[in-house]
């Protein structure tokens, strides 16, 4: 995970979380499953809209710019089409659930600058 400041003031810092498949000594291969190789990267950015006069900035005022890619190799059992539509499934209903996820973390909770 890295932050990547801004490079001025009207900017949004950015923060990248990078995963990926290793290799693992106590991992050892079994007949009964498939080790897929995974690459995830996500970038989040905050994004900050002032309120208008003296108003306080609230959540409605902030928007979150998310970039997720994920690279699948299930090692080639499976033909590009059924990943495509599995990808096609699941990606939304991942950043639903995470949405879901960090909208309950924050609820009534003080925004964090």
Not at 16 to 26: A, G, I, K, P
Not at 53 to 61: A, F, L, P, V, Y
Not at 69 to 75: I, M, R, Y
Request: aromatic residues 8%.
């Amino acid at each position: 995970m890295r932050k990547v400041p801004a490079t001025n003031e009207n900017d949004p810092d950015t923060w990248l979380v990078c995963n990926f498949s290793v290799e693992h000594d106590n991992a050892l291969p079994t007949n009964k499953c498939i080790r897929a190789k995974i690459n995830v990267a996500i970038i989040c950015q905050t994004l900050v809209s002032p309120p208008e006069g003296d108003k306080e900035i609230s959540r409605d005022n902030i928007l979150c710019k998310i970039t997720y890619v994920a690279n699948v190799n299930p090692g080639g059992w499976a033909p590009a089409s059924v990943l495509r539509a599995v990808a096609k499934r699941e990606y939304p209903k991942f950043l639903k659930r995470f949405t879901s996820y960090v909208q309950e973390k924050t609820s009534g909770k003080p925004i964090l600058f």
